[in-house]
Nanobody
Framework: QVQLAESGGGLVQPGGSLRLSCAAS????????MAWFRQAPGKEREFVAV???????YYTDSVQGRFTISRDNAKNTVSLQMNSLLPEDTAVYYC???????????????????WGQGTQVTVSS
């Protein structure tokens, strides 16, 4: 089984930056589609960004131009660089994975079968 662990969350002022990391187990990490989701209190889990086995990426409109997802297959890690943070970015951020997942099904949480425990991001003055 694949195990995921997020880190890097914290408290930051509006306009600030954070970098989240997700460490994954498994020697076939490079074959997995990896994504970031977030969930704020009282809201559904929301898609944020995805990076495919091919290296392609896709972002939800609300973070496009501010967030960057990347992966280092040699280190089995995925990162989310978050710049120009807004209060509405406040949420628990989760790393998710599924082997070989394609674009058409990659924006919905039920498509993923492996999840980390989450890391809290709070954007506030």
């Amino acid at each position: 089984q694949v195990q995921l662990a997020e880190s890097g969350g914290g408290l930051v002022q509006p306009g600030g930056s954070l970098r989240l990391s997700c460490a994954a187990s498994g020697r076939t990490f490079s074959d997995y589609t990896m994504a970031w989701f977030r969930q704020a209190p009282g809201k559904e889990r929301e898609f944020v960004a995805v990076i495919y086995w091919s290296g392609g990426t896709y972002y939800t409109d609300s973070v496009q131009g501010r967030f960057t997802i990347s992966r280092d297959n040699a280190k089995n890690t995925v990162s989310l660089q978050m710049n120009s943070l807004l209060p509405e970015d406040t949420a628990v951020y989760y790393c998710a994975a599924r082997y070989g997942l394609g674009r058409s099904m990659s924006y919905q949480a039920p498509s993923y079968d492996y999840w980390g425990q989450g890391t809290q991001v709070t954007v506030s003055s």
